[in-house]
C-alpha cells in the first residue's frame, strides 16, 4: 500500500463522500493519514479495500482512529440488493497512540487488509456482536496477550444512507483468549459495554499491552453476573477436535463415547450451563461431524444421519461443565449411564505445520 493522496479517488463516489461527511462531523479540518490502493483488487492487486484512511483523536486517550473504504459500494451502484451498500458496513479500528508516533503502525493497516480479504474471499460478513478468534497474536511482532478480535458499532458513527444504500461502521476491538470465551459464555456486546463502563475500555480503544479485562475482579464478577442473567448467545461452536462412537455390549446396552479436544474444553464447560440451564440447545459442529446437547428431564441419546443429540437433565449438566477441563482425561458421568466422555490433546500448529503448542 502507498499513502498517497485523497486525489487518486473517482471524481463520482458518493459512497466515499458519504463516508468523508462522516469523518469531517467528527475531525472537521483534521487532514487523515491516508492509504490508498495503487493496484485494485479486481486487477490483481493484493489488497482488496481502496483505502484506509486515519485520523487522530485524543480523547480519552490518545488513539488512531482508522476507517476503511471498500466493504460498501463507493462509486456505482452494481449490487442488486438496493437496501444496503456492499457489504452494508465499513470497519474501523481504535489503537492506542504513542506520545512519538507520527505515523500509524503499518501492521493495523495490514490487518485491516487482511479482514477484507477474508470478506472478499468467504462472502461472509462481520455484525455488530460477532467475533473471530485469531489464534494468535493480532500484531505478530508484538508482545500481545489479545489473539482475537470482537466488532460492534463504532460509538461516534451511527449507520448512514447513501445514494448506494445503507452503511453501518463496525469497530474491531482486539481481545483476549479468555475475554473471548466471556463472550462465548455471554455475548460479545455485553463483555464490551461492561469493560467501557467500568473505564477499562474506553471507546473500545486497543491497547497491545494490556492485561485481561478479567483481571479486574469486579468487572470479572459483572461479566460473570450477566451470563447467569442472560445465558449464553451461543448457539454454534465450531471446533476442530469432534468425534463419537457407538458400542453395543450385551448385557449393558448401548453405551457411547463422546471425544473433544482440549483446546475446547474450557469454552464449553462456560457456554454449556448458559445455554441448555436456559432451556436452549448447543451444537458442536466440526469438519467431519456434529453433537448436540438439548436440555431435556433425563439423559438419552439421538442418534441422526449426520450426528447425534446428547439429552442431559440440569443435574448432568452442571456435572460435565465442572468435568470439562483443558487435560487429557477420560471420565464417565454420575448423571449419564452409558456416557464416556474423553478429552485428547490438542496440537497447535504454526504456518509451516510446526507443532508450537501443545493443550491437555
Known amino acids: 500500500m502507498s499513502h498517497e493522496d485523497h486525489e487518486l479517488k473517482d471524481d463520482q463516489a458518493p459512497g466515499w463522500d458519504a463516508i468523508d461527511a462522516q469523518m469531517q462531523r467528527i475531525y472537521g479540518d483534521q487532514e487523515p493519514k491516508h492509504y490508498g490502493t495503487l493496484i485494485p483488487y479486481m486487477l490483481g492487486g493484493q489488497d482488496p479495500l481502496d483505502g484506509i ?17 471498500g466493504f460498501s459500494e463507493l462509486y456505482e451502484k452494481e449490487s442488486e440488493d438496493t437496501a444496503y451498500s456492499g457489504y452494508g458496513f465499513e470497519l474501523t479500528f481504535r489503537l492506542l497512540k504513542g506520545p512519538e508516533e507520527s505515523e500509524p503502525p503499518a501492521w493495523a493497516l ?20 460477532d467475533y473471530m478468534d485469531a489464534n494468535s497474536p493480532i500484531a505478530l511482532e508484538h508482545d500481545t ?42 455475548n460479545t456486546t455485553g463483555v464490551l459495554r461492561e469493560a467501557a463502563e467500568s473505564g477499562k475500555l474506553p471507546l473500545y480503544v486497543t491497547d497491545l499491552s494490556r492485561p485481561s479485562l478479567l483481571s479486574d475482579p469486579q468487572l ?6 450477566g451470563a447467569a442473567r442472560d445465558g449464553s448467545s451461543t448457539g454454534f ?20 463415547t463422546l471425544v473433544i479436544g482440549a483446546k475446547q474444553a474450557s469454552v464449553i464447560s462456560k457456554v454449556l450451563p448458559g445455554r441448555l440451564l436456559k432451556g436452549s ?61 474423553k478429552i485428547v490433546r490438542t496440537l497447535i500448529r504454526d504456518q509451516d505445520g510446526q507443532i508450537v503448542e501443545t493443550i491437555g
Open 220 to 225: 470479572s464478577e459483572n461479566i460473570q453476573l
Open 281 to 341: 440447545p448447543l451444537t458442536l459442529s466440526s469438519s467431519e461431524c456434529r453433537v448436540t446437547f438439548r436440555p431435556g428431564e433425563d439423559f438419552g441419546v439421538d442418534v441422526q444421519e449426520d450426528g447425534m443429540d446428547l439429552i442431559l437433565n440440569e443435574e448432568a449438566v452442571r456435572e460435565l461443565s465442572a468435568r470439562l477441563e483443558p487435560v487429557a482425561q477420560e471420565f464417565k458421568l454420575s448423571a449419564c449411564k452409558g456416557l464416556t466422555v
Open 145 to 186: 496477550q489479545l489473539t482475537a478480535l470482537a466488532f460492534i458499532d463504532d460509538p461516534d458513527l451511527p449507520e448512514i444512507t447513501t445514494p448506494n444504500g445503507k452503511v453501518s461502521f463496525l469497530q474491531m476491538v482486539g481481545i483476549t483468549h479468555d475475554e473471548l470465551e466471556s463472550m462465548q459464555a455471554w
Open 110 to 129: 495490514n490487518l485491516l487488509q487482511n479482514m477484507g480479504r477474508y470478506v472478499f474471499g468467504s462472502g461472509n460478513v462481520f455484525r455488530s456482536g
Open 237 to 256: 461452536l465450531f471446533v476442530d477436535q469432534l468425534d463419537w462412537q457407538e458400542q453395543k455390549a450385551l448385557f449393558r446396552g448401548t453405551m457411547y
Open 53 to 69: 484512511s486515519a485520523y487522530v483523536q485524543v480523547e480519552p486517550v490518545p488513539h488512531w482512529h482508522f476507517v476503511t473504504y
